[in-house]
């Protein structure tokens, strides 16, 4: 931890608010984020068209692993639950496109690079918990079920046991029907769709991105 726990109060000022969302953005650049911004919750694009996409066509994701739909939280549900909340850190991590390509010879670097996002997020969910925004909650990118448990037979959850990783994976942003095209480029940000059949030399990077509901 390193630091001392803030004590729960009822209501916290804007001025503390506005510090500790602006330490959340550098600390998501200090643990290797490309680039990071605070947002306002109602910015945050939630379609249901975006979680259609994970079915349709079928994604290797879908229905594997307790984080992907429809195992996880509906669009419909979080946007009533975005209501509830004002602000919150959203980054992109840029990754060599060789890497983000489906290929074999890659996927350990792949892994690596997912795993990179779930830290950010673990680390800023972490800190605002601490300073007393105690709902605080994040997303990542990909699925738990590659990231974590590429190596295991099944989905833990699934089977009714607990979570491997509980403390490290979450739903990602497009699990949960979070447009992260749209957020990347209304940021200003540049993104490339980066399908299946992906060439490394047809992009010139790929794009990670994540994202902490602080309060
Ligand atoms: S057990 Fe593995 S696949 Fe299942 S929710 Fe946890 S990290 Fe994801």
Redesign the pocket.
């Known amino acids: 931890m390193g630091q001392k726990i803030q004590k729960i109060g009822l209501d916290v000022g804007e001025d503390r608010l506005a510090t500790d969302l602006q330490k959340y953005q550098e600390k998501a650049i200090e643990m290797g984020a490309t680039r990071a911004k605070i947002v306002r919750t109602d910015e945050i694009p939630v379609d249901d068209r975006v979680t259609m996409k994970c079915q349709i066509p079928i994604c290797f994701g879908y229905g594997v692993?307790?984080?992907c739909p429809p195992h996880t939280v509906k669009p419909a549900e979080l946007r009533a639950l975005l209501e509830k909340y004002q602000w919150a850190v959203f980054f992109v991590q840029e990754i060599p496109s060789a890497v983000v390509v489906r290929d074999k010879a890659t996927i350990k670097e792949r892994v690596a690079a997912y795993q990179d996002v779930y830290k950010i997020v673990n680390g800023i969910e972490s800190a605002a918990f601490y300073d007393g925004h105690y709902l605080a909650f994040g997303f990542g990118a990909g699925s738990?079920?590659h990231t974590?448990?590429g190596q295991?037979e099944d989905?833990?959850?699934?089977k009714g046991t607990k979570?491997?990783?509980?403390l490290r994976?979450r739903p990602s942003m497009e699990a949960v029907g979070i447009d992260v095209y749209r957020m990347v480029a209304s940021a200003g940000w540049d993104i490339y769709p980066i399908g299946s059949d992906a060439k490394p030399d047809d992009v010139p990077c790929g794009v990670l991105a994540g994202i902490v509901i602080v309060r």
Not at 155 to 158: D, H, I, P, T
Request: glycine content about 6%; charged content about 10%.
């Open positions: 692993g307790a984080n738990c079920r974590f448990c295991q989905c833990a959850v699934l979570c491997r990783f509980s994976s």
